[in-house]
């Protein structure tokens, strides 16, 4: 029992590390929140096309969903890392009160801080473990989980918390990751996103072999020995990764293993296939609206995001064969969407 216990604290420890830490929204290189997918969800979601302001899940959300309720009286947000939803949701005048709770205190110190800058009053943060926090009941009339639902474990014990903490009529919205646990896709997809990030051109895929022929070209500029070996070895390299035809057109994708998780964030995806089975299981009305990304929030990295080129004609018709690529596959039912935007009413 000790053993688990120290195992649990520590794997607590490292996810509060890397959260408080970590701040997704604060960059668009990511499938979240580069814009040409984004403009792509919105519409999946909403209907709506326009997702030029950084807000648009909740200004969208509050436009379609909300209008007619707000203000709530008070609010909870979970999962709420540096605080961005909150100030949104207080700059849409969503709750007159809002809570916010995340796991890591250095994120909750800076959302503190953030709140404070742009002066908002209507909000209160604090830490929390919602896996082992009591939540009070018939204390809110909206639950906020942005991407949080998905890091929780034991759902089966969360959602009916959250449940709970609702009053009569209550509503609990979710933008969440909904594929495997730990993204451990079944083979027929990791062979799809393989051939995927085939299609990708050089300029937008990252190569490690050119990595390192990069960084060698850099060492030989020297004029010692060693250089010039170094010099002669990129040349040879050059030769190889030019006609070796079996290296270039096999596998240049992998899928992360349960271990890289572990080791920096062992919360990530965990209970990411449980969220909509736990969700319709707890609340009477659930309504899911997919986003996809069953190909492209795998295949595509930082590399592609921090080089595509808004401006380039090939860069944007390739992305849109990718979108094509994917509905195809999901509608054809060898995929499901692995990502949902979700309603839930009391």
Same mark, same amino acid.
């Given at each position: 029992?000790?053993?688990?216990?120290?195992?649990?604290?520590?794997?607590?420890?490292?996810?509060?590390?890397?959260? &408080? %830490?970590? $701040?997704?929204?604060? !960059?668009?290189?990511?499938? #979240?929140?580069?814009?040409?997918?984004?403009? /792509?969800?919105?519409?999946?979601?909403? &209907? %709506?096309? $326009?997702?030029?302001? !950084?807000?648009?899940?909740? #200004?969208?959300?509050?436009?379609?969903?909300? /209008?007619?309720?707000?203000?709530?009286?008070?609010?909870?947000?979970?999962?709420?890392?540096?605080?961005?939803?909150?100030?949104?949701?207080?700059?849409?005048?969503?709750?007159?009160?809002?809570?916010?709770?995340?796991?890591?205190?250095?994120?909750?110190?800076?959302?503190?801080?953030?709140?404070?800058?742009?002066?908002?009053?209507?909000?209160?943060?604090?830490?929390?473990?919602?896996?082992?926090?009591?939540?009070?009941?018939?204390?809110?009339?909206?639950?906020?989980?942005?991407?949080?639902?998905?890091?929780?474990?034991?759902?089966?014990?969360?959602?009916?918390?959250?449940?709970?903490?609702?009053?009569?009529?209550?509503?609990?919205?979710?933008?969440?990751?909904?594929?495997?646990?730990?993204?451990?896709?079944?083979?027929?997809?990791?062979?799809?996103?393989?051939?995927?990030?085939?299609?990708?051109?050089?300029?937008?895929?990252?190569?490690?072999?050119?990595?390192?022929?990069?960084?060698?070209?850099?060492?030989?500029?020297?004029?010692?020995?060693?250089?010039?070996?170094?010099?002669?070895?990129?040349?040879?390299?050059?030769?190889?990764?030019?006609?070796?035809?079996?290296?270039?057109?096999?596998?240049?994708?992998?899928?992360?293993?349960?271990?890289?998780?572990?080791?920096?964030?062992?919360?990530?995806?965990?209970?990411?296939?449980?969220?909509?089975?736990?969700?319709?299981?707890?609340?009477?009305?659930?309504?899911?609206?997919?986003?996809?990304?069953?190909?492209?929030?795998?295949?595509?990295?930082?590399?592609?995001?921090?080089?595509?080129?808004?401006?380039?004609?090939?860069?944007?018709?390739?992305?849109?064969?990718?979108?094509?690529?994917?509905?195809?596959?999901?509608?054809?039912?060898?995929?499901?969407?692995?990502?949902?935007?979700?309603?839930?009413?009391?």
């Amino acid at each position: 029992m000790k053993q688990n216990a120290s195992a649990v604290n520590s794997g607590r420890n490292m996810v509060e590390k890397f959260w &408080g %830490e970590t $701040d997704y929204p604060a !960059s668009e290189h990511n499938f #979240y929140h580069f814009p040409p997918i984004r403009s /792509r969800s919105c519409s999946l979601i909403f &209907g %709506e096309s $326009d997702a030029g302001r !950084s807000d648009w899940c909740e #200004y969208w959300t509050v436009e379609k969903y909300l /209008r007619d309720r707000i203000p709530f009286e008070k609010c909870l947000s979970i999962c709420c890392g540096f605080g961005r939803v909150e100030r949104t949701l207080a700059k849409l005048n969503v709750a007159t009160h809002i809570v916010g709770t995340d796991i890591a205190p250095k994120a909750i110190e800076q959302a503190r801080e953030k709140a404070a800058a742009e002066q908002i009053e209507n909000i209160d943060y604090y830490v929390g473990d919602l896996n082992t926090d009591v939540l009070p009941e018939n204390e809110y009339d909206l639950i906020w989980a942005n991407g949080g639902l998905h890091h929780i474990a034991r759902l089966d014990l969360v959602v009916p918390k959250l449940k709970q903490a609702l009053r009569p009529n209550g509503m609990l919205i979710a933008n969440e990751y909904v594929g495997p646990k730990y993204q451990q896709l079944p083979p027929r997809q990791q062979e799809i996103a393989n051939a995927v990030k085939h299609l990708l051109p050089r300029e937008l895929r990252d190569n490690t072999n050119y990595y390192r022929l990069g960084k060698l070209r850099e060492y030989q500029q020297g004029r010692s020995l060693r250089a010039r070996i170094a010099g002669r070895l990129v040349r040879y390299c050059e030769q190889l990764t030019e006609y070796a035809v079996p290296a270039r057109f096999g596998q240049i994708w992998q899928m992360s293993s349960v271990e890289n998780f572990l080791a920096y964030d062992p919360s990530e995806s965990v209970g990411a296939d449980r969220v909509i089975p736990e969700l319709k299981k707890n609340f009477p009305r659930v309504e899911v609206k997919n986003y996809k990304g069953s190909i492209v929030l795998y295949v595509l990295d930082r590399f592609f995001y921090e080089n595509f080129d808004v401006r380039n004609d090939s860069h944007r018709r390739l992305l849109e064969t990718l979108f094509t690529i994917e509905d195809t596959f999901i509608e054809s039912g060898e995929l499901q969407s692995d990502n949902a935007h979700i309603i839930c009413s009391c």
